[in-house]
């Protein structure tokens, strides 16, 4: 690090211990100060920079836009400016300000480098929210803040707009046709058909007929020619759920198509141009599939083109009351039931199950809790009989309270704090909005301002 030699030491110990980069600039525009934290930002040794025009060592056109800047400062015309720039994977903010003696005269020009990589993150998680909110009917009922969702939505947002096959995969109940809806609904063929086929309802004689269709008199029964799914979903997508379930003779033909972008109906020869963007979902280890020679590897890889992979909600717990929430809102709106969202004993039930019917069991339980409900918050007794007890686990003990049913011992606090944590998860990942943190958390903006008083008074 090098100074210029008027400058007081006890200033250079100041500003060589600040945890934000600081460089002058001189009226001259030369390079005067380089701390040892700008040389870090920037990669550079400042003993080669000190002294040089700071216009002398960028290009032309980060020249142009720096000298600008610097005569603004001169004249009075610019006060302060801020630039975000990104260095080695880190987001820096840029501020700059001029620098004058008490009766006005320009001495040079400061500029503060500011480490600001957490909060960009936080901003652009901020718009993954916005656009999953944004989505609509497309992600109802698909609702979290956990990293493990965020991370699906960000490959939605990043695979929607190509044509790529998709491969989408998860247990049971976790939500794979909502992300396939996300990813129709955001592509360039949103405005198209989006054929869906349940490839495991359908019957083996069928399957063929089904996806590729047949001509007049095929076979028995077909007494006239029929489009399949793929000659349906033309220009648009054609959504395969459970694709694990298909017979080797259709995982054949669909192989053909993938390759071809063709389809040959059942008793016909003519060949049928398609062009559907493929979109397939399984719950089944298509891997372990192969290897056990029950499904083809070359349609394997031809359909293993991007894989989403759908977490477990065991694995996103911390989505577990915004989504009970989500749910309570709807349901009680649908029957028309005034209900204000689930008591600390139904809570602490829900927080302490495994679901292995994941969102889907949840749904339903809500859904028969707000049935059954006879006061104004879901109760354990509302919930389904398999959530009170974990396999091997003896019920949970509750006691009462007037006509609330409250856990013993000290669940208050403990769900208290988890409120707390999920409350304070929503605020930030929308940058302290609190209408946005409101719709993330599928509650009013009075409720959750009247929360953040609760919090602010323990």
């Not at 002058?24 to 030369?30: K, L, T, V």
């Not at 980060?62 to 990104?86: H, M, N, P, V």
């Not at 990589?117 to 803040?145: C, H, P």
């Not at 602490?348 to 949840?362: A, K, S, W």
Request: hydrophobic content about 40%; aromatic content about 6%; proline content about 4%.
């Amino acid at each position: 690090m090098v100074i210029g030699s008027d400058t007081p030491t006890i200033y250079q110990a100041i500003l060589e211990s600040m945890g934000e980069g600081i460089i002058f600039i001189d009226a001259e525009d030369r390079l005067t100060f380089i701390n040892h934290t700008a040389e870090e930002i920037r990669g550079i040794k400042a003993v080669n920079f000190i002294g040089r025009s700071i216009l002398s060592i960028h290009s032309p056109r980060t020249t142009e836009r720096i000298g600008k800047l610097l005569a603004g400062f001169r004249d009075g015309s610019i006060q302060q400016s801020r630039r975000i720039i990104e260095v080695k994977g880190k987001y820096f903010e840029n501020s700059y300000y001029p620098i004058r003696r008490t009766d006005g005269m320009y001495l040079g020009a400061l500029l503060v480098s500011r480490d600001i990589t957490e909060k960009q993150r936080l901003k652009e998680e901020n718009q993954l929210l916005r656009e999953q909110m944004s989505l609509g009917s497309a992600f109802e009922g698909f609702v979290g803040t956990s990293q493990v969702i965020l991370q699906v939505f960000r490959t939605i947002s990043a695979i929607a707009g190509l044509d790529s096959t998709i491969l989408i995969t998860g247990e049971s109940g976790t939500g794979k046709e909502l992300v396939a809806t996300a990813i129709q609904q955001h592509s360039k063929r949103r405005n198209k058909p989006m054929v869906r086929v349940n490839c495991a309802a359908l019957p083996e004689h069928l399957v063929e007929s089904e996806l590729f269709g047949h001509e007049r008199g095929a076979f028995t029964g077909a007494v006239s020619g029929h489009r399949g799914k793929f000659e349906q979903a033309h220009g648009g997508t054609i959504f395969l759920d459970e694709v694990g379930d298909l017979p080797p003779s259709a995982q054949a033909k669909l192989l053909r198509v993938l390759q071809e972008k063709t389809v040959v109906r059942l008793g016909g020869e003519r060949e049928i141009g398609v062009d559907a963007r493929i979109i397939a979902a399984t719950n089944k280890d298509l891997k372990a599939l192969v290897v056990a020679d029950r499904f083809r590897e070359d349609l394997y890889y031809r359909l293993n083109v991007i894989t989403i992979h759908v977490p477990p909600l065991r694995e996103r717990r911390e989505d577990i009351l915004l989504l009970a929430e989500h749910f309570i809102n709807r349901f009680a709106e649908k029957m028309g039931r005034t209900i204000h969202g689930l008591c600390e004993a139904a809570v602490h039930v829900l927080l302490n199950y495994d679901y292995p019917g994941n969102v889907r069991e949840l749904q339903h339980a809500i859904e028969r809790g707000v049935a059954l409900c006879s006061g104004e918050c879901l109760a354990p007794r509302d919930l389904p009989p398999c959530f009170l007890a974990s396999p091997g686990e003896e019920p949970p003990t509750f006691g009462h309270e007037g006509d609330s049913t409250v856990p013993l011992g000290s669940l208050s606090r403990t769900v208290g704090d988890y409120k707390r944590q999920v409350i304070l998860d929503a605020l930030a990942r929308t940058g302290g909005n609190k209408g946005e943190a409101a719709r993330l958390l599928n509650i009013s903006r009075k409720t959750l301002w009247q929360r953040l008083k609760q919090m602010e008074n323990r």
